[in-house]
C-alpha cells in the first residue's frame, strides 16, 4: 500500500500558466516533506520543503501549500517555464527528516 | 566541487551474476541511502546508513547487500538472489543540521541484467 500518492501520472501546461502538482499521503505520523525534481538519467535534486507547523512555504516561483487534515500537499510553479519539464517526486518523512517515502512520480510538460 | 558520485552510468550484466554498484561522497556527509526506481513506482529504498560500520534494510532490502567501511563510501551489491535487478540505481547522502534535511542524490546507475 503506497503511503504517498501522486495520483497524475503526467500533467501538460502552457508556458506560463499555473502548474499544480498534488500530493496526498496515508500516514498522519508525517511531519516533513519535500519536493524533488528529476530530469531523465539524472539523480534528483531538491526543490522545496514544508514542515507540518506550517501550511505554506514559498521560494521564488515554487509554492508548496500543506493541508493536514486532508493528507495533502501541493506544489505550485507559477509561471510554468519549459525548463519545469521533468518528473516531480513528493517525499515525506514520519521523523523530520530522515527517512523519507517517495511517492512514484509526476511527469510536467511545459509547453511553449 | 563537492557532490555524490556514482559509476558506472550504464551497466549490463548476464542473469546469476552478482555485481556492485559504487556511491562515493565528498560532502562529508553522516546518512547514506540507496534507492532503486522503477516506472511508475518512484524511489523504494534498499538500504540506508546512518554511520560507519552501521546500515539498516529498507522497505526491499532482498537481493541486496551493503557495506559501510568509510564515510565516504557506501557500494551496493545486487546478487543473483534479487529477482528483478534491472532498475535505475539512485544513491543519496545526507546528514543532521542541513537547512532542509534534504537528501542529495548522485546521477544514478542503469542496471541491465540480460
Known amino acids: 500500500d503506497q503511503q504517498v500518492k501522486q495520483n497524475s501520472p503526467s500533467l501538460s501546461v502552457q508556458e506560463g500558466r499555473i502548474s499544480i502538482l498534488n500530493c496526498d499521503y496515508t500516514n498522519s505520523m508525517f511531519d516533513y516533506f519535500l519536493w524533488y525534481k528529476k530530469y531523465p538519467a539524472e539523480g534528483p535534486t531538491f526543490l522545496i520543503s514544508i514542515s507540518s507547523i506550517k501550511d505554506k512555504n514559498e521560494d521564488g516561483r515554487f509554492t508548496v501549500f500543506l493541508n493536514k487534515s486532508a493528507k495533502h500537499l501541493s506544489l505550485h510553479i507559477v509561471p510554468s517555464q519549459p525548463g519545469d519539464s521533468a518528473v516531480y517526486f513528493c517525499a515525506a518523512s514520519a521523523n523530520y527528516g530522515q527517512n523519507f517515502v517517495f511517492g512514484p512520480g509526476t511527469r510536467l510538460s511545459v509547453l511553449p | 566541487d563537492g557532490g555524490i558520485t556514482q559509476s558506472p552510468k550504464y551497466l549490463f550484466r548476464k542473469e546469476g551474476q552478482n555485481v556492485t554498484l559504487s556511491c562515493e561522497q565528498n560532502l562529508n556527509h553522516d546518512a547514506m541511502y540507496w534507492y532503486r526506481q522503477d516506472p511508475g513506482q518512484g524511489l523504494r529504498l534498499i538500504y540506508y546508513?546512518?554511520?560507519?560500520?552501521?546500515?539498516q534494510k529498507g522497505d526491499i532490502a532482498e537481493g541486496y547487500s551493503v557495506s559501510r567501511e568509510k564515510k565516504e563510501s557506501f557500494p551496493l551489491t545486487v546478487t543473483s538472489a534479487q529477482k528483478n535487478p534491472t532498475a535505475f540505481y539512485l544513491c543519496a547522502s545526507s546528514t543532521p543540521g542541513l537547512v532542509n534535511n534534504e537528501q542529495f542524490f548522485g546521477p544514478g546507475t542503469r542496471l541491465t541484467v540480460l
Open positions: 546508513s546512518q554511520i560507519v560500520n552501521d546500515f
